[in-house]
Nanobody, 129 residues
Framework: QVHLEESGGGLVQEGGSLRLSCTAS???????????IGWFRQTPGKEREGVAC????????FYVGSLEGRFTISRDNAMHTASLQITSLKAEDTAMYYC???????????????????WGQGTPVNVYS
């Protein structure tokens, strides 16, 4: 099992940058590298959407097309952490951001279908103009 905790959200001015972190706590005989990590976001009244996914060893990353370029996902397997760097923040980026883990590779698109196995509680991002 994997327990995930997000941090780094907050109130940010439009045009600014933010780095969200996801820290994993492993339960049982498992390794952080058994899981891909995805980032997701959700605004009230809307469905949760996938933002990005990074492979188990960090060699490949995937993004929702509309967000690529402003969002960068990364991971540090030694520290059991993953991050999402967001630049040029826009008001429409305001949302609760979640990280999630799954043993299936990003290429199977479970992250796009928001079907990940383990989820954090989320961290809020509020962008003001």
């Amino acid at each position: 099992q994997v327990h995930l905790e997000e941090s780094g959200g907050g109130l940010v001015q439009e045009g600014g940058s933010l780095r969200l972190s996801c820290t994993a706590s492993l339960v049982g005989f498992t390794s952080f590298t058994e899981y891909v990590i995805g980032w997701f976001r959700q605004t009230p009244g809307k469905e949760r959407e996938g933002v990005a996914c990074i492979s188990k060893y960090g060699g490949t990353d995937f993004y929702v097309g509309s967000l690529e370029g402003r969002f960068t996902i990364s991971r540090d397997n030694a520290m059991h952490t993953a991050s999402l760097q967001i630049t040029s923040l826009k008001a429409e980026d305001t949302a609760m951001y979640y990280c999630a883990a799954d043993p299936v590779d990003c290429g199977d698109d479970k992250w796009r279908r928001v079907e990940m196995e383990y989820w954090g509680q989320g961290t809020p991002v509020n962008v003001y103009s």
